[in-house]
């Protein structure tokens, strides 16, 4: 059974960084896109980033030049380093990975407030 778990939110000042890790088990790591989403209440879960199985990245526009997304294919864990974090950014991260069917983890909360 795939399992994602996240790690690394918290409560940041904006202007702040934050990094998320996410680890699975349960599928061959290193074949599978992952991806991070978030999601605030009230609203559709959006997609962040993702990061291919070659290590092709992609970014919302409103994350670009501000997140980047990382793959270590030997710890099984990918990695959202978050830097220039606004209000905005608050929100339940997720990691996500489609493996015959969609996965996701729990969530990561990050709170980005003064």
């Known amino acids: 059974q795939v399992r994602l778990v996240e790690s690394g939110g918290g409560l940041v000042q904006p202007g702040g960084s934050l990094r998320l890790s996410c680890a699975a088990s349960?599928?061959?790591?290193?074949?599978?896109?992952m991806d991070w989403y978030r999601q605030t209440p009230g609203k559709e879960r959006e997609l962040v980033a993702t990061?291919?199985?070659?290590?092709?990245?992609n970014y919302a526009d409103f994350v670009k030049g501000r997140f980047t997304i990382s793959r270590d294919n030997v710890r099984n864990t990918v990695r959202l380093q978050m830097e220039s974090l606004k209000a905005d950014d608050t929100a339940v991260y997720y990691c996500?990975?489609?493996?015959?069917?969609?996965?996701w983890g729990r969530g990561t909360q990050v709170t980005v407030s003064s």
């Open positions: 349960g599928l061959n790591f290193r074949l599978f896109a």
């Open positions: 996500h990975v489609r493996e015959r069917r969609d996965f």
């Open positions: 990061i291919t199985s070659g290590g092709l990245s």
